[in-house]
């Protein structure tokens, strides 16, 4: 049913909790299934030099939001905006059709925590 990358990735979470005074943070709940995913994020000369989740959701959420922070660190911002959805199913080894959903909260926290980024030189 579920990927050997994704099981690694939920059983070995990587990046798990928040960051103290982050420059940016994010939340965002999918309403039908009630998974949420949250980010904090830190960034220095436009690089992301620390990315942090913690999820509550089933078991491809938590994977994806895993995978997420593992794909985008050292990246730079523009880098990480340009992230599909599709890379990050394919990371964690594909997803059910059941569970399609676990990719866009990962992809819509990223871009929610983006955007909400404070200004940094």
Do not use: W
């Amino acid at each position: 049913m579920y990927s050997a990358q994704l099981l690694d990735y939920f059983q070995n979470p990587r990046n798990v909790g928040d960051i103290e005074n982050p420059d940016g943070r994010a939340q965002v709940e999918n309403p039908v299934c009630g998974d949420v995913l949250r980010l904090t994020i830190r960034v220095s000369e436009g690089k992301i030099v620390d990315i942090r989740f913690k999820a509550r959701g089933c078991v491809p959420s938590m994977a994806c939001g895993s995978a997420l922070t593992e794909m985008v660190l050292g990246q730079t911002i523009a880098e990480a905006r340009r992230l599909r959805r599709e890379q990050l199913v394919e990371r964690v080894g594909g997803l059910p059709v059941a569970s399609g959903h676990a990719g866009h909260l990962a992809i819509d926290a990223l871009r929610s925590v983006l955007d909400g980024l404070k200004s940094k030189p």
